[in-house]
């Protein structure tokens, strides 16, 4: 049996990658033995790190002016490390408030800088973006703190707010190299690696240099991205293995027609899925704005929460993994990140189908 794994995250990889990192699991390209047994300043593991950046900056256009840094701690470390590397002697930041990682990422804000919320979708359950019109930003702000997809919530857009001068910061784990976006506009991504690019235990920051250097006083050296810029992301030990594994995915992405291809295949699989739950007659409901829905995260609730435990079951049977909804919010959800073949979404849709024909 086939298996479709729909996790959130730590989620599917691409089988290929997978393949390939097995072939060279006991001797890497003749060196005699695995990357996890390299050292990160040997000649072996500096060409596999620098490979794999040149070829994300390959992929994603990422200017000469900005630094890609290998980092640890996750999306969620970077909540911190953001306000104290780009505050720069300002005291207030700017965020957008659209579910569950942006209180995140706010509340920890809050502890360095004054956080001015420019608009939030809690009052709508944070079932959709506010508009650009109503977002009240602060022009002196240090930057403007963005999620572009919500994992949890499933609610996604991919147009920019108008921040002026000020650095557009986004929180892309979840949709980091789903669609094509042009980096020159942010100041800051940032993005954990297990939802959309590989193993868990690598963070992946892109930042404008002007932005860096300036940090708040009492500031960890290791959470200074001047270090980490300054070493080639090897101040310390670096997650080695997360970081081959994210290279051979990068690599994958190439030769499969880079980021404007994935998304084509994104847009199929979103699309067919969307499709099934708006054509059940009611027995699935998306509860995001039509406008608003991920293309990575689906959530969907059943007519009844009775069916819930069912469906997951006979989903279990089938191969089809990793369903049930986020407890904050319950009912199912489907991660249809890029390593997600076609094929498992239209295994999915063919078994929504028949459950609602069962017990619709
Ligand atoms: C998963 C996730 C995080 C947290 O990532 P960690 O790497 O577990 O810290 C933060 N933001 C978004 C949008 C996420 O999807």
């Known amino acids: 049996m086939t298996i479709y794994n729909f996790s959130a995250g730590p989620a599917v990889l691409p089988k290929e990658v997978l393949q390939q990192a097995q072939a060279e699991m006991l001797d890497w390209h003749g060196s005699g033995m695995s990357v996890m047994e390299m050292s990160h300043r040997g000649p072996e593991f500096m060409g596999i790190a620098a490979q794999a950046e040149t070829c994300l900056r390959e992929l994603m256009g990422i200017p000469a002016n900005y630094k890609v840094l290998f980092l640890q701690g996750g999306a969620s470390l970077q909540f911190s490390t953001i306000p104290m590397n780009l505050l ?6 700017d ?13 920890e804000a809050k502890k360095y800088a004054t956080v001015n919320v420019v608009a939030s979708s809690a ?26 997809n919500e994992t949890i919530g499933g609610v996604e857009f991919n147009w920019l707010p108008d921040s002026g001068a000020v650095p557009l910061v986004a929180d892309m784990s979840s949709t980091i190299l789903s669609r094509p976006i042009e980096v020159s506009k942010y100041g800051l991504i940032y993005a954990g690696a297990q939802k959309n690019i590989g193993p868990a235990g690598l963070t992946i920051v892109i930042v404008r240099e002007d932005l860096i250097g300036d940090v708040l006083p009492g500031t960890p050296t290791i959470l200074d991205y001047k270090t980490h810029a300054d070493n080639d992301s090897m101040y310390n030990t670096p997650p080695t293995f997360a970081i081959y594994i994210a290279g051979l995915v990068f690599q994958m992405l190439k030769r499969h027609g880079g980021i ?12 067919l899925l969307y499709a099934a739950i708006d054509s059940s007659n009611g027995f699935y409901h998306c509860p995001v704005a039509l406008h608003n829905r991920s293309r990575m995260n689906v959530p969907f609730t059943l007519k009844e929460a009775a069916f819930d435990g069912e469906f997951l079951k006979q989903a279990d049977a089938l191969g089809l993994l990793q369903l049930k909804g986020h ?34």
């Open 88 to 93: 720069r002697g300002k005291k207030s930041a």
């Open 95 to 107: 965020y957008l408030n659209t579910g569950e990682w942006s209180k995140k990422a706010i509340s």
């Open 123 to 148: 009052d709508k359950n944070f079932s959709c973006v506010p508009e650009f019109a109503e977002w009240k930003c602060d022009p002196e702000a240090a930057y403007l703190h963005i999620t572009p």
């Open 260 to 271: 404007a291809a994935m998304e084509q295949t994104n847009i199929a699989k979103a699309g």
């Open 327 to 360: 407890r904050s919010v319950g009912g199912m959800r489907a991660s249809i990140y890029n390593a997600m073949p076609l094929a498992g979404v239209q295994a999915l849709v063919a078994f929504m189908n028949e459950f609602a024909k069962n017990n619709g």
